[in-house]
Structures are given as C-alpha cells and as structure tokens.
C-alpha cells in the first residue's frame, strides 16, 4: 500500500487539484454553514427571552407574534443543521480521498481478478452514500468505481452489466434530485434574500394581492429559479415570512422609541432587547420601499 505521506513532492492535498492544506475550500464551507446556523438559532433564543419578560399585555402580544413565526424558524434551523453535515462529510471526503497514484495500489492490493468476492471491499475515499446503494452486486460496482472505468474484467461481469443498465435511469433521477435538494438546503446569502423581496415586489405590484395571497407563491419561486436560485416553494414562502417579520420588528422599536437606532446598536445589544440580531440595511431599504409602493 502507498505510504499516504507526502513525502517524495507528493502533493499534500491527497487527490485535490490545488496545493496547500487538505480541504481548504470545505473548511471555507463549513465556517459559512456554522454562521448561518448561528444567527437563526440566535433568533430562536428571542422567544426564550420574551418568554421571561412578558409580564404585560404588550409583551404577551409580542411573544404570541413570535410563537407564530416559530414553525419557519425551526425549519430553517433543520435545514441549515443538514447543511453543516452535509459540509463537514464533504470536509472529510477531501481530506481522506487518496491520489490517483495511491488508487492504483489498492487495486493491485485487492487482487481483482476472476475470484468472486464473498463481501464487499470499498477502498479508502469512496462514500458509497453518494449517490450510491450497496446492493448485491457492489463488489464489482464499487471496484470499478474505484478504478474509474465501467468495462473492468471480472467473474461477475454480465450480470453486473445487467444490473447497471437496470438501475442506470433510476440512478440518474436519482442524483439528479440529490443535486436539487443539496442546493435547496444551501443557506439562503444576502443577494438572494433581495433577490426574493423583489420578486415578492414585483409580482404582488403586477397582480395587485398581498403577499399572504397563496397563488403568487408558485410564481415567485419560479421566477427565483430562473435566476438559479433553487428552492421549494414551501422554502421560499417560510424565507419570506421570517425575513418579513424580522422587519416588522425592527419598524415597531423605531415607532415606539420614536429613535431610528437599529442600525447604530451592536449584535448583543439588539439581541438583549429582543431585536434581530442581524438585518441589513438593504433588505430594510427594499421592503420600505415595496410597502411604500403598495400603500
């Protein structure tokens, strides 16, 4: 077996194309999904907060406006749970995964011949949970995978085959909806939330409904398809009510202060006094103006 060291010029990231540590670019991925996290289980901390402090008909007002918003927020935490998992097994997949050169070592090691297999050996690198079923035929599945070739000679070879061709359009599906529901997990970023008020903008402007009219959610999650931004129409909706109602809190301090402070208060401020901790000045900025627009 290859020694997985990177002695003799190996390239110290073990397969990956660029030089330097192994799995840069997931750890990158993972820093980003953790910080997503974070902020939406910083907001679910506001209704412990204000749990504690309504002792007054205002503030069970304004719990009850949080509970209601509680369903899209807990989702989006599981959504964004899935997607820190889903970073760090890619993480660990870019370190682990050997060279090409150490691939061709463990073949020779397997001895892959005309012997049956009675179980199936995976080489080091391969996650059989991508995309991938073991299934009674995986000893030459998973061998050939691992080689990189589909006509490698083996025993079993005609009845692996047919099994492959059997399950060839299932598994394209297969992936292909992997690939959809990876980026309809992705963390929402600050240009698509924009992305969703305007399209909320302009279809309610042109159709003249609320926004709580069910019909025009169809056709604001197409309209963010188009512009490659994947997303469930259920995902998108829940976005839409969270961001909005994040604002709605922010207007109602600035009316009962009669202050326009939110933007000068730190993180831990907004959060103590039960404010978002995070809302950007253009999301502010956009739902003004469409409010303004539908008045």
Same mark, same amino acid.
């Given at each position: &077996?290859?020694?997985?060291?990177?002695?003799?010029?190996?390239?110290?990231?073990?397969? @990956?194309?660029?030089?330097?540590?192994?799995g840069?670019?997931?750890?990158?991925n993972?820093?980003?999904?953790?910080?997503?996290?974070?902020?939406?289980?910083?907001?679910?901390?506001?209704?412990?907060?204000?749990t504690k402090?309504?002792?007054?008909?205002?503030?069970l007002?304004?719990l009850?406006?949080?509970?209601?918003q509680?369903?899209?927020?807990?989702?989006?935490?599981?959504?964004?749970v899935?997607?820190?998992?889903?970073?760090?097994?890619?993480l660990?997949?870019?370190?682990?995964?050997?060279?090409?050169?150490?691939?061709?070592?463990i073949l020779?090691?397997?001895?892959?011949?005309?012997q049956?297999?009675?179980?199936?050996?995976?080489?080091?690198?391969? @996650?059989?949970?991508?995309?991938?079923?073991?299934?009674?035929?995986?000893?030459c599945?998973?061998?050939?995978?691992?080689?990189?070739?589909?006509?490698?000679?083996?025993?079993?070879?005609?009845?692996t085959?047919?099994?492959?061709?059997?399950?060839?359009?299932?598994?394209?599906v297969?992936m292909a909806?992997?690939?959809?529901? &990876?980026a309809?997990?992705?963390?929402?970023?600050?240009?698509?939330t924009?992305?969703l008020?305007?399209?909320?903008r302009r279809v309610?402007?042109?159709?003249?409904?609320n926004p709580?009219?069910?019909?025009?959610?169809p056709?604001?999650?197409t &309209?963010?398809a188009?512009?490659?931004?994947?997303?469930?129409?259920?995902?998108?909706k829940?976005?839409?009510?969270?961001?909005f109602?994040?604002y709605?809190?922010?207007?109602?301090?600035?009316r009962?202060?009669?202050?326009d402070?939110?933007f000068?208060m730190?993180?831990?401020?907004?959060h103590?006094?039960?404010l978002?901790?995070?809302?950007?000045?253009?999301?502010?900025?956009?739902?003004?103006e469409?409010?303004?627009?539908?008045?």
């Open positions: &077996m290859a020694s997985r060291s990177c002695d003799d010029g190996e390239d110290a990231s073990h397969g @990956n194309t660029g030089k330097g540590v192994p840069q670019d997931q750890r990158s993972v820093g980003n999904a953790l910080e997503n996290l974070e902020i939406v289980m910083g907001d679910l901390c506001e209704l412990d907060f204000l402090k309504a002792t007054d008909l205002a503030g007002c304004e009850r406006e949080l509970i209601h509680m369903s899209s927020k807990i989702h989006s935490s599981q959504e964004l899935g997607a820190v998992i889903m970073e760090i097994s890619a660990q997949v870019a370190i682990d995964a050997p060279s090409d050169s150490e691939y061709s070592e020779k090691e397997l001895d892959i011949g005309d049956e297999y009675d179980e199936c050996e995976i080489p080091p690198g391969i @996650n059989i949970h991508n995309g991938y079923e073991s299934d009674s035929s995986c000893e599945d998973m061998h050939r995978m691992a080689k990189g070739e589909s006509d490698y000679p083996t025993k079993d070879r005609t009845q085959s047919k099994t492959a061709s059997a399950t060839q359009d299932e598994r394209g297969d909806e992997q690939r959809v529901d &990876m309809e997990r992705r963390p929402w970023e600050d240009g698509e924009v992305s008020i305007c399209a909320v309610t402007t042109r159709e003249h409904v709580r009219n069910f019909r025009i959610w056709q604001i999650t &309209m963010l188009e512009q490659g931004i994947v997303r469930t129409e259920r995902q998108v829940a976005k839409w009510d969270r961001t109602g994040q709605i809190k922010v207007v109602d301090h600035q009962k202060t009669g202050v402070d939110y000068s730190s993180v831990t401020y907004r103590n006094i039960g978002p901790s995070e809302f950007p000045r253009l999301w502010f900025d956009e739902i003004s469409f409010i303004e627009l539908n008045m």
